[in-house]
């Protein structure tokens, strides 16, 4: 671990956790609206549409467009889908834009403060720039970087991704240790020789989760959260 200089954060899931949050958000507008709709449900399906969302910017079916542009269109479906009306164009976009306040892990300031004392710490996102920095002022993130998909015009896990924010990081592959609570995240990372480790976030997708609440392979470094990574990591 000797050579590793900055840790580049998978954020959703990893670092904060969407789907509480976006519940949260969701109950406040029905609260406000008088509407009884299943949030858990919503925030899943919105969710869902996440990668499918992404696979047609990857495969050349759209052009680049950040992510707060695809979860609005995602957006748009489900309040169809849901029956949910009578929203201002103004509603609609803050609603959208719960993505930028979601709340982190318990864990996840104090152990980003301790890494930082060793580390630089740089988003590796699929989240758009302003997204991410919203985000971080909301929960109090303490990023030295923002980097990710935005600013390497590719989303994870094309290699792209990876490699540019290494290099923007003014360090090679190696140098950079990849933190995430995904493995398939981890294995793009690895493919392009970044470090790993991996921290399970077994309530990310609520009760029952059966995927990534372990280690698919020996990845660097397994912690339990981010305080066991600062300590694992010697912060």
Request: aromatic share 8%; proline share 6%.
């Amino acid at each position: 671990m000797d050579g590793v200089k900055a840790l580049t954060f998978d954020v959703f899931g990893t670092v904060v956790d969407w789907r509480n949050s976006l519940i949260r958000e969701g109950e406040a507008l029905g609260k406000a609206k008088g509407w009884s709709v299943d949030w858990a449900r919503f925030a899943d399906s919105w969710r869902g549409m996440y990668q499918p969302m992404l696979s047609k910017v990857r495969g050349g079916e759209m052009p680049w467009t950040k992510l707060d542009d695809l979860h609005r269109m995602s957006l748009d479906r489900l309040l169809v889908e849901f029956g949910i009306t009578g929203l201002t164009e103004a509603e609609i976009d803050h609603f959208n834009r719960a993505w930028h306040r979601l709340d982190p892990w318990p864990d996840s300031v104090p152990g980003l403060e301790r890494l930082k004392k060793r580390f630089v710490l740089a988003t590796l996102s699929n989240g758009n720039v302003a997204l991410i920095v919203n985000m971080a002022k909301h929960g109090g993130l303490p990023w030295d970087a923002v980097l990710g998909a935005e600013v390497a015009r590719h989303y994870k896990p094309q290699r792209e991704c990876y490699l540019t924010t290494a290099a923007l990081l003014g360090l090679r592959p190696e140098e950079c240790m990849m933190v995430a609570a995904h493995n398939g995240d981890l294995d793009a990372a690895s493919g392009c020789a970044l470090r790993t480790a991996f921290v399970p976030r077994p309530a990310e997708h609520g009760p029952g989760q059966t995927r990534d609440v372990s280690p698919s392979k020996p990845w660097d470094v397994v912690a339990g959260d981010f305080v066991d990574l600062a300590v694992k990591l010697g912060c």
